[in-house]
């Protein structure tokens, strides 16, 4: 496969156009952004260990019957993912209270929610990517009622895998956020499952161990990544 022209560089990672037009390249960046991008900063082996994560768990979903964009790695940092049709809502699935829902509801912090929450925003950075509901998707021709429908199921089955899997790691997901795409009429799971897009805390100690380290300057973001690969990519350190 080779490597062509950029189609898109975002605020993590870059997406590269190949000589095969159902795939893409998707390199995971240093550089990091929160608050809208207003904060900004580079963490030398923060792509690495985002990419080695996400190849991961992708792979496990596949294992597991959920489709998605997931093909190989072709380096240490890029990925071969088929090219998919992306749909402009951010899936935020929620198993404990934190972040903006303690912000903007009665939650408290730690605060376990069973059944799991589900929330859909409009990923727009010009709109600050509101929450949205299934009215306003469909009228603003995001998607279809019964592509809601199936996203809605995907995300709790994705859920149901992830925790199951991190529940031996010592590794709480209080949420995290998901997207999806269109393929041939059919509905992927796309971009990545990382440190940047988890809220991971240790069990024992409720330390954040994600961006949050970034976000509200709670420590070394490296380390912290480093110690999630280290509990879901144990044998990236056995090289
Ligand atoms: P919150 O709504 O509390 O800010 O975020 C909930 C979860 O979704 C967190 O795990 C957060 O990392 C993820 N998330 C929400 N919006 C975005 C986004 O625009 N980019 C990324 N990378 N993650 C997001």
């Known amino acids: 496969m080779i490597k062509l022209s950029e189609l898109y560089s975002g605020k993590a990672k870059t997406v590269y156009r190949t000589d095969d037009p159902e795939k893409l390249i998707m390199k995971f960046r240093d550089s990091l952004t929160a608050f809208d991008g207003k904060k900004k900063s580079e963490a030398p082996k923060k792509g690495y260990y985002n990419a080695q994560i996400a190849a991961k768990l992708l792979s496990l979903l596949e294992e597991k019957g959920i489709k998605t964009h997931f093909d190989s790695m072709i380096s240490d940092t890029e990925m071969v993912v088929d090219a998919v049709d992306i749909i402009k809502i951010e899936v935020i ?120 380290v970034f976000r509200f300057d709670k420590g070394d973001l490296v380390s912290a990544y480093r110690e999630v690969a280290r509990r879901i990519v144990p044998e990236i350190f056995e090289k």
């Open 93 to 212: 699935v929620r198993n404990i209270a934190a972040g903006s829902l303690v912000k903007k509801y009665p939650f408290k912090t730690g605060q376990k929610l069973d059944p799991p929450i589900l929330v859909f925003d409009y990923k727009s950075d010009e709109h600050g990517d509101p929450m949205i509901n299934d009215d306003i998707a469909i009228a603003l021709g995001l998607a279809t009622k019964d592509e809601l429908l199936k996203i809605r199921k995907l995300a709790l089955s994705i859920n149901s895998i992830l925790l199951d899997h991190l529940a031996d790691k010592n590794l709480l997901l209080p949420d995290f956020k998901l997207e999806f795409g269109r393929r041939k009429g059919k509905i992927l799971l796309a971009d990545e499952i990382s440190c940047d897009t988890c809220r991971f805390w240790d069990k024992k100690t409720g330390e954040s161990l994600d961006k949050d």
